[in-house]
């Protein structure tokens, strides 16, 4: 079944959770529309985990098109979240307008998502206003590291839980269908979950969001530059892939790749033809 903004809202109404991955690419969409994941998020993660920054902040919007319209060209039920990159929509509402129209023509995103609470509402009621659906990001906003100073959990005292309140309420009277809240104390965001109408999507955020997003290389094992305490490993994809390239690198240098079957043949008589 398509995955729509309908489709999420209901199952909000429904308690049924809602499964996103982060993907970057045409191959690994397909495996994951094969395995009937909801959503899609092309995250700006791809700076981390496909370009090899330190952060997300020299993330482009050529990047994020890229990727975004290789992962669309995979999927046909998943619905398709894409990221606004760093300073594509905090400089004006007519930037975040623009770029967020880039994401959808370009990028053949379903959604797009922009980190930030309060002083982001102008623009996500402009993008929402522009037709085009919107996913809210709050709590540890990995765009904001230097301002935070680091990754840090968000939301632990009574002024910094009341501020993510007020932050989740403006932006779903922004307009936002979605919210994803990153390292929030997981009662706060139960808290905020059943005060929205909205699905929340949880990362580092406990149990009881509408639903769970985590990086792919994360939960398969393969990117092990850094383990966040939120990560379950599902499987060691990274160790799989290593064994294999050592048995590439073996057979190859043991002349048992490529073997008979692997080759192509011509008629000897052409050959004896070419001394
Ligand atoms: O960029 C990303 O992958 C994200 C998720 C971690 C929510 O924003």
């Known amino acids: 079944m398509k995955n729509t903004v309908n489709t999420l809202l209901q199952q909000k109404k429904e308690g049924k959770k809602i499964t996103m991955l982060t993907c970057y690419d045409y191959s690994t969409a397909k495996l994951m529309e094969e395995a009937g994941v909801n959503t899609i998020l092309v995250g700006d993660s791809l700076g981390n985990t496909i370009l090899g920054y330190e952060d997300t902040i020299q993330v482009t919007m050529e990047d994020m098109i890229h990727h975004c319209a290789a992962v669309s060209r995979g999927i046909h039920d998943i619905f398709l979240v894409c990221d606004m990159p760093f300073m594509s929509y905090q400089t ?14 370009e990028g053949h995103a379903n959604m797009v998502k922009l980190e930030g609470g309060v002083e982001v509402a102008p623009q996500i009621e402009a993008i ?24 840090k959990v968000q939301g632990k005292t009574e002024a910094a839980a009341k501020k993510l309140i007020a932050d989740a ?9 979605m ?55 599902f499987s060691s994809v990274g160790e799989i892939m290593k064994n294999a390239f050592k048995d590439y690198i073996e057979s190859v240098q043991n002349g048992s790749f490529p073997a008979e079957e692997h080759t192509y043949k011509i008629d000897d008589d052409i050959i004896e033809k070419l001394y």
């Not at 309420?169 to 269908?177: E, I, K, L, M």
């Open 92 to 105: 004006s509402v007519y930037d975040a307008v623009v770029n967020a129209g880039r994401l959808m023509k």
């Open 179 to 233: 919210v994803v809240l990153e390292g929030v104390p997981a009662k706060l965001a139960a808290k905020i979950t059943e005060m929205l109408d909205i699905p929340t999507i949880g990362i580092g955020a406990g149990a009881e969001c509408d639903g769970q997003v985590l990086v792919y290389q994360d939960m398969l094992g393969m990117f092990t530059d850094y383990v966040p305490k939120f990560v379950r490993q």
């Open 169 to 177: 309420q403006a932006v779903q009277a922004a307009g936002a269908t």
């Open 128 to 151: 929402v206003k522009a037709s085009i659906p919107v996913c809210a990001h709050i709590g540890l906003t990995p765009q904001s590291i230097n301002a935070f100073g680091g990754f």
